[in-house]
């Protein structure tokens, strides 16, 4: 298994922000309760701020323990960050600058992690600001009943991310390139000899793509027998792909933890008999690709975190 995250989204913004002083960064949602505060008073985050909770504006959450939260009570999980850094005009310079981005990327994922092994968290997407705590209550208050609703379908649930690969053939020779002595092309001339080798590539790579279709097809009836749900991301392509040969799946499922297991040993002997396909599983994850807000949920910021969703995404 690769320890691979699933990929967060592009950074945005919610609301104008001020020039200077600090606004308030979130990274997730989460029930309010003394095992989430508990949690976030030991983190720090983007640009090693202090990680605090934010409340709605009928409850701070206090004395209230896991077991026996208000499911109706949640919060903001955020920190202070500079809005020099996090204004529009910033953000858009800071996409050019990849090691600030996955500087900003490891720290928002750290703390989303971490606040996970405490409570059923929903993250939210890179970067997402507001003015101020004020603000983000109000966004919190908009949206409670969506949270609400998330929450209690992501309880008790992991990502589990999983790729297919097809291996792809050597490139034959050029054109002009003379068979090598002893093989079935050494009575043929170069150009002769090429097409023969490029059809030849080309059947191979069609079995190929035949035999990943049949893993395709094994891991989706072990993803009806065990998974919640299951999301598809665009595959993979150059340095993304990361293991080589070329990404034909890149999905993600939802799993209950109890199932887990199971789910994975029979997904990782999908490709056992058929020369030519590679099935990678990541995770268990944060489940990234399953946070979308339902449609008529107004005021709340889109926490389509990834996804892959390095994540699993």
């Known amino acids: 298994m690769t320890a691979e995250r699933p990929t967060a989204e592009e950074p945005t913004t919610t609301g104008d922000l001020p020039h200077g002083g600090d606004v308030t960064y979130v990274y997730a949602v989460a029930r309010d309760s003394t095992a989430l505060r508990e949690s976030a008073a030991e983190l720090v985050g983007v640009g090693g701020a202090q990680v605090r909770v ?20 949640v919060a903001f999980v955020a920190s202070s960050v500079s809005a020099r850094d996090f204004d529009e005009n910033a953000l858009r310079r800071h996409l050019e600058d990849l090691e600030w981005l996955e500087a900003v990327a490891r720290a928002h994922h750290a703390v989303i992690e971490s606040v996970a092994g405490a409570t059923t968290v929903l993250p939210l997407r890179l970067a997402t600001v507001y003015l101020d705590d004020d603000r983000a209550r109000e966004a919190l208050d908009a949206g409670r009943a969506g ?15 999983v790729k297919i690969y097809v291996d792809a053939p050597s490139e034959p020779p050029g054109p002009d390139a003379a068979p090598a002595a002893g093989t079935a092309d050494a009575g043929l001339g170069p150009g002769r000899s090429y097409l023969r080798t490029r059809r030849a590539q080309r059947s191979s790579r069609e079995r190929a793509h035949e035999a990943a279709r049949t893993a395709a097809e094994r891991i989706e009836a072990a993803g009806h027998a065990y998974a919640t749900d299951r999301a598809r991301h665009r595959v993979q392509q150059g340095e993304l792909a990361g293991s080589g040969g070329e990404n034909v799946v890149n999905d993600a499922y ?49 926490t389509s975190g990834a996804p892959g969703a390095e994540g699993s995404s």
């Open 254 to 302: 939802l799993l209950r933890e109890d199932r887990s297991h199971a789910f994975r040993e029979e997904v990782a002997r999908a490709a056992d008999d058929l020369p030519g396909v590679r099935v990678e599983v990541t995770g268990p994850w944060v489940p990234y690709s399953f946070t979308t807000p339902p449609d008529d949920l107004s005021g709340a910021p889109d």
């Open 147 to 161: 949270f609400v609703q998330l929450l209690a379908r992501l309880e008790g649930q992991v990502e589990w991310g």
């Open 54 to 73: 934010v409340g709605g504006t009928d409850g701070d959450g206090s004395g209230r323990e896991e077991s026996g939260a208000d499911p109706e009570q």
